[in-house]
């Protein structure tokens, strides 16, 4: 019988509580109002988005990555192990403790990434960071909760709505990259990312655990 969890810190934030629970050395989950945002037992899909996104802008000159959203820093791993030393990885979290989680207790599961001195971190929202980019990326990734799948608002969502989708366009390069990830595929923001200028490939990811959706959209100059 596996032992159960132990809550290591709860922070309160603009929307409910935030928790870091642990099981022995290596085994860790993030709570949000109760509910798990993320765990190191699946983990695939994460790895998976950010090794495609890098994979394919790599052997650019002085590469530029946005990572919107850190969790438990894996797809940070993943994109600092698929690009040069040269290259410029920034990433925007909303909530300060989840950057402080990740120097802490967490940083040991992806050797330290956040100490690379290729990664900036900005605490805030990463639809912000891209509308006031002041130079293009060449990749940006979206790794954020549950992804677009079931949202409501569709085309007029804040940030997988079509205004959102039309600011990450000219915040890339051309034939940049766009990677988001989510728990199940939508037709419908796929159809949003080719109204807004992208060619599209959804995916599902490949590894153990749930077959999350990852869409990869190539910047197409208009």
Wanted: proline share 5%.
């Amino acid at each position: 019988m596996p032992r159960p969890f132990k809550l290591i810190e709860t922070v309160n934030t603009a929307v409910g509580p935030l928790e870091l629970h642990q099981r022995g050395d290596r085994d860790f989950m993030i709570l949000d109002r109760g509910q798990v945002l993320m765990t190191t037992v699946i983990q695939s899909s994460e790895i998976e988005l950010g090794q495609a996104a890098c994979t394919l802008v790599r052997d650019r000159k002085r590469v530029r990555v946005l990572i919107g959203g850190l969790g438990l820093g894996f797809t940070l791993r993943a994109a600092l192990d698929n690009l040069p030393q040269d290259a410029e990885v920034v990433v925007a979290e909303l909530n300060e403790v989840v950057v402080k989680w990740c120097r802490g207790p967490l940083a040991e599961l992806t050797g330290q990434s956040l100490a690379d001195p290729r990664v900036q971190v900005i605490v805030g929202n990463v639809g912000h960071v891209i509308r006031d980019a002041q130079r293009p990326f060449d990749a940006i990734i979206w790794d954020l909760y549950r992804g677009p799948a079931g949202r409501e608002s569709g085309r007029l969502d804040p940030l997988y709505g079509t205004a959102s989708l039309q600011r990450t366009h000219r915040a890339l390069s051309d034939e940049g990259v766009f990677a988001v990830w989510g728990e199940t595929p939508d037709p419908s923001f796929s159809a949003r990312l080719e109204q807004c200028g992208f060619s599209v490939k959804q995916t599902r990811s490949s590894g153990k655990g749930p077959k999350h959706a990852l869409y990869l959209a190539i910047r197409q100059s208009r």
